[in-house]
């Protein structure tokens, strides 16, 4: 089908406006775009609802278009970046709260709600939503579930599917299905909501999720504490888990990273901090304040200094703007979000350098310390080819140190576009063969999202 | 293959002593064997290692032999029942302990491992493994993780599928797979780790589990409530629910399930009592006494009385006494593991009651209030045909209700053989293609575990 042609027979099928006049660039990248990964599409689709996504779905299958699913487009891996043309189905119009029940703790919202809109209406409600994946006012619950997006508060809480009892999915043949719903427990046949989680678009598309909710910590009490160098903060989170405590989230910043934020930071800046790790404490009154003392007491081997922040909220845009800063240090950025078990996390920091540096790039890392999952990111010019070509390279070889350490090739990001030739030569056939599989049975014709995963 | 020459063959292909002499009755029942649901097999493997495990799947794929797993026989849905003949795979024999990495909160252990043993190495390292279903000396972990099964304590921390970071599996055709591993995230490709956990063996066989643990609280407090009856106590959990306490856990008995064990009760029990919930706090000294005041402020509108229970074990321990008590009234038990949205669960109790009743029964309840997963179970003698078929009449009829009330067939105790025509029947055809198409992917000859969930 001609791209005008499908314009056309989409808007004869679809609800006045649900398609878009023509295939404007911002679709065809994510938010790793500067890098020139750009991708096709013959048209964009706004449905106002998850039958219009289900009719759209049925259509594409029967007449073999490519459908590629967008959230809110703040992905790194390329997942929402359209490979083989066809229909970009643009979810931003899918944002109803269909159900909010604040004494139940759970809420049933559509996929195109941005994620901070989730957060809010949690908290207006004395409740909290916690998964928190960077870029909250941008992305949408639907990425967050596509994706099963982290955040700094994933050590405590999990990450977005330990929060999701139910979904609503389109199929690959059009097919609108209920998995799971508001009771917050369900053995009845296999897991198809953790299958469809985490599956990046390339099963069917998640139109709606039941969340589960908990009630909000009375008090949320942040610290931050700052080291020479790698080695010294590093053993610093060793002694926080080692110490048995729970913070609510344990993160770090590697010297290159402190450095790209150092101006910004909201507090008191150590003279020659090479390395920070921020953490919070919450619960009830008491509680938050006891886990804060003992935070510090775990943390203050080695520290230059260390500083409470109060509200925490302060503390945690600053950590938001970390990924920003970094890629302004040289105009453009290669960001990788491997994971690692915990007590590998300092190799881990210092094989990124290692690598890089191998590789003739700068290098820095910042991430979820207390869940091994670092944002191990290259330096590089926006439009330099020599040096994007290298950090490839580079994170071939960062991956294969990561698998050695029993690591993973992602923490958060998902496997998308750019990762998914590594994922088919790094893990083990006969798993690769059941990831196949399964593809191969929920989508039988490769309609959905192709090109990434797997 | 005859049963002794497939006995041959497999004595030739496995370890000396793996094949047992003969099949043994309680190879071909679980612990709703009373009922009268025996199955069939040819051979018992008792396999020593992974690898063997392996060598005999395969054997079987090439063979056409079907392959039932079994762990501790526990399970109350027939799913350890072997339906269609073949080999049943003991797993008693797996039950190495691989790593205990206390200080880094994780252990990795063989699926073998009575669920018990696994709690008590956490809590020798200061650490808790929260899953706590019943019969924890004869359960298995891997039969936990292949029912995703939950306990008490799921209501604050989760089911057994939020404690496993990685499997290893032994596929339907006999690779020995690993799914993850130790490291806390892992978005690589689709969760198949979460595919497999809750399959009950119908996708392959688990024979290791990477575990997450947690730092043990510091102190766990119960704390008991009676009522008149069930509108009260029913009143008094969503009274728990919507004040925002988190208890570890919040459980009830109605009123035949209390009276079937309020012989035993450890400690006062008020006259006219027809109606109890147990809710433990747990965490630091301090937060664990101002959450019991606020559980205990929360459920005292309408109780007859509220009593402490330092320690906390002895309360748990009669809670788990209340499944064979409750078996014991008539002989026999037809026991259904239902689950509702939590502001259903006094509608539930209820209906179980009106359903046992329309079909001639005796029935009662008790179970995971905080989760709103009921054990319905009607009564009948042991060996009365007729009332078996009138309790399946009525599970039936249950089930309708259950559906209707957004809720699942099963919380915790899986599909097995028993429910998997309810599932037919209840379930969207559109979801039931999926079941199918995953299940004829990753089992395409239909060999492991046969008649069972789909």
């Given at each position: 089908?001609?791209?005008?042609?499908?314009?056309?027979?989409?808007?004869?099928?679809?609800?006045?406006?649900?398609?878009?006049?023509?295939?404007?660039?911002?679709?065809?990248?994510?938010?790793?775009?500067?890098?020139?990964?750009?991708?096709?599409?013959?048209?964009?689709?706004?449905?106002?609802?998850?039958?219009?996504?289900?009719?759209?779905?049925?259509?594409?299958?029967?007449?073999?278009?490519?459908?590629?699913?967008?959230?809110?487009?703040?992905?790194?891996?390329?997942?929402?970046?359209?490979?083989?043309?066809?229909?970009?189905?643009?979810?931003?119009?899918?944002?109803?709260?269909?159900?909010?029940?604040?004494?139940?703790?759970?809420?049933?919202?559509?996929?195109?709600?941005?994620?901070?809109?989730?957060?809010?209406?949690?908290?207006?409600?004395?409740?909290?939503?916690?998964?928190?994946?960077?870029?909250?006012?941008?992305?949408?619950?639907?990425?967050?579930?596509?994706?099963?997006?982290?955040?700094?508060?994933?050590?405590?809480?999990?990450?977005?599917?330990?929060?999701?009892?139910?979904?609503?999915?389109?199929?690959?043949?059009?097919?609108?299905?209920?998995?799971?719903?508001?009771?917050?427990?369900?053995?009845?046949?296999?897991?198809?909501?953790?299958?469809?989680?985490?599956?990046?678009?390339?099963?069917?598309?998640?139109?709606?999720?039941?969340?589960?909710?908990?009630?909000?910590?009375?008090?949320?009490?942040?610290?931050?504490?700052?080291?020479?160098?790698?080695?010294?903060?590093?053993?610093?989170?060793?002694?926080?888990?080692?110490?048995?405590?729970?913070?609510?989230?344990?993160?770090?910043?590697?010297?290159?990273?402190?450095?790209?934020?150092?101006?910004?930071?909201?507090?008191?800046?150590?003279?020659?901090?090479?390395?920070?790790?921020?953490?919070?404490?919450?619960?009830?009154?008491?509680?938050?304040?006891?886990?804060?003392?003992?935070?510090?007491?775990?943390?203050?081997?080695?520290?230059?200094?260390?500083?409470?922040?109060?509200?925490?909220?302060?503390?945690?845009?600053?950590?938001?703007?970390?990924?920003?800063?970094?890629?302004?240090?040289?105009?453009?950025?290669?960001?990788?979000?491997?994971?690692?078990?915990?007590?590998?996390?300092?190799?881990?920091?210092?094989?990124?350098?290692?690598?890089?540096?191998?590789?003739?790039?700068?290098?820095?890392?910042?991430?979820?310390?207390?869940?091994?999952?670092?944002?191990?990111?290259?330096?590089?010019?926006?439009?330099?080819?020599?040096?994007?070509?290298?950090?490839?390279?580079?994170?071939?070889?960062?991956?294969?140190?990561?698998?050695?350490l029993g690591g993973s090739l992602s923490g958060e990001h998902g496997?998308?576009?750019?990762?998914?030739?590594h994922l088919l030569a790094m893990h083990d056939p006969a798993e690769?063969?059941?990831?196949?599989?399964?593809?191969?049975?929920?989508?039988?014709?490769?309609?959905?999202?192709?090109?990434?995963?797997?």
């Amino acid at each position: 089908v001609k791209p005008r042609a499908l314009r056309s027979e989409l808007r004869k099928l679809l609800e006045p406006g649900s398609v878009l006049p023509d295939v404007a660039p911002l679709y065809l990248v994510d938010a790793a775009g500067a890098l020139g990964f750009v991708g096709s599409a013959d048209a964009i689709v706004r449905p106002v609802s998850a039958h219009e996504v289900a009719t759209l779905v049925a259509w594409c299958d029967s007449h073999d278009v490519p459908v590629t699913p967008r959230g809110g487009g703040t992905g790194l891996s390329g997942g929402a970046v359209p490979l083989e043309g066809g229909v970009v189905v643009d979810m931003v119009r899918l944002r109803r709260v269909r159900a909010l029940d604040p004494l139940q703790w759970r809420m049933q919202v559509e996929a195109g709600l941005p994620t901070g809109e989730v957060h809010r209406l949690a908290r207006e409600n004395g409740l909290l939503y916690p998964p928190d994946p960077g870029a909250s006012e941008q992305s949408q619950l639907g990425g967050n579930v596509a994706t099963n997006a982290g955040g700094p508060h994933a050590f405590k809480y999990g990450v977005t599917g330990a929060w999701v009892t139910g979904l609503e999915v389109v199929t690959a043949s059009g097919d609108l299905v209920q998995l799971g719903g508001a009771t917050r427990k369900d053995v009845a046949g296999y897991d198809l909501r953790r299958l469809f989680i985490g599956s990046e678009g390339t099963l069917g598309i998640v139109t709606a999720a039941w969340l589960r909710l908990t009630p909000a910590p009375e008090r949320r009490l942040a610290l931050t504490a700052f080291y020479p160098g790698t080695p010294e903060g590093a053993a610093a989170i060793q002694q926080v888990i080692g110490s048995g405590l729970v913070p609510a989230a344990l993160e770090y910043l590697d010297p290159g990273a402190l450095a790209a934020v150092a101006a910004t930071y909201p507090g008191q800046l150590p003279v020659g901090a090479g390395f920070a790790v921020l953490a919070e404490a919450d619960g009830g009154h008491d509680e938050a304040l006891t886990l804060r003392e003992a935070l510090a007491d775990a943390l203050s081997d080695g520290a230059l200094a260390l500083e409470c922040h109060v509200p925490a909220d302060a503390l945690w845009r600053w950590r938001d703007s970390v990924s920003g800063a970094v890629a302004s240090i040289l105009g453009s950025k290669f960001s990788e979000d491997v994971a690692v078990p915990v007590d590998r996390l300092g190799e881990a920091i210092e094989i990124t350098i290692e690598v890089a540096a191998a590789h003739g790039l700068p290098a820095c890392s910042w991430g979820h310390a207390g869940d091994g999952n670092l944002h191990s990111t290259f330096l590089l010019a926006a439009g330099d080819v020599d040096a994007l070509s290298r950090a490839e390279d580079a994170a071939a070889a960062l991956f294969a140190q990561i698998r050695a350490l029993g690591g993973s090739l992602s923490g958060e990001h998902g496997i998308g576009s750019f990762k998914r030739h590594h994922l088919l030569a790094m893990h083990d056939p006969a798993e690769l063969r059941l990831l196949r599989a399964v593809k191969r049975a929920l989508d039988p014709k490769g309609l959905m999202n192709p090109g990434k995963v797997i």
